[in-house]
């Protein structure tokens, strides 16, 4: 990881999918600045959600692209369900799309490892108010620090 902290803290309900914010967009391209034709967004906390960022990202490149960005939801896979998940985001990039997959904290629910190494990069979701060091480090040691693009900062609702 570069060190990159990219844009403010975003918050769900300030994201529209219909209508993203400039933080939203901004995110888009910073995050656009690496070559990626895959990108796992991932919660660094347990019981987080970074999906609403993965919908946006998805929504934002659609509009810029003119062409849908598949969002391939991994949130509570099984360890199961994750090759499928892993194959979906590698076919559908293969084929010469975009996608971005929605990932839990890989410290809670590892199926979502195989998918993450799958994707070409990764974003990493903290929450403000719950992240702690040891997950955000934990979560590099397992997915490699040289495939994060950087962390993203993430609001409860409310705050």
């Known amino acids: 990881m570069e060190g990159s902290r ?21 995110l888009w ?4 600045r690496k070559e990626w034709s895959s990108l796992a967004v991932i919660a660094v906390e347990p019981n987080t959600s970074a999906r ?9 490149g659609e509009l810029h692209r003119g062409v849908p960005v598949k969002l391939v939801n991994g949130e509570g896979a099984t360890v199961a369900a994750s090759s499928r998940l892993a194959v979906a985001l590698s076919t559908h990039v293969a084929a010469g799309a975009m996608a971005i997959a929605v990932l839990d904290s890989v410290v809670e629910n590892q199926a979502g490892i195989p998918v993450a190494l799958t994707a070409d990069a990764i974003l990493l979701a903290v ?23 950087g962390t993203v900062a993430i609001r409860p609702h409310g705050t």
């Open 52 to 60: 609403f960022i993965a919908e946006g990202l998805a929504a934002v």
């Open 29 to 32: 391209f910073a995050l656009r």
């Open 6 to 26: 990219l844009v403010a803290p975003l918050t769900a309900a300030k994201l529209d999918p219909a209508a993203p914010s400039h933080e939203i967009q901004q």
């Open 127 to 149: 929450s403000l108010r719950r992240s702690k060091r040891s997950s955000l480090e934990r979560t590099l040691e397992l997915l490699g620090k040289d495939r994060v693009l």
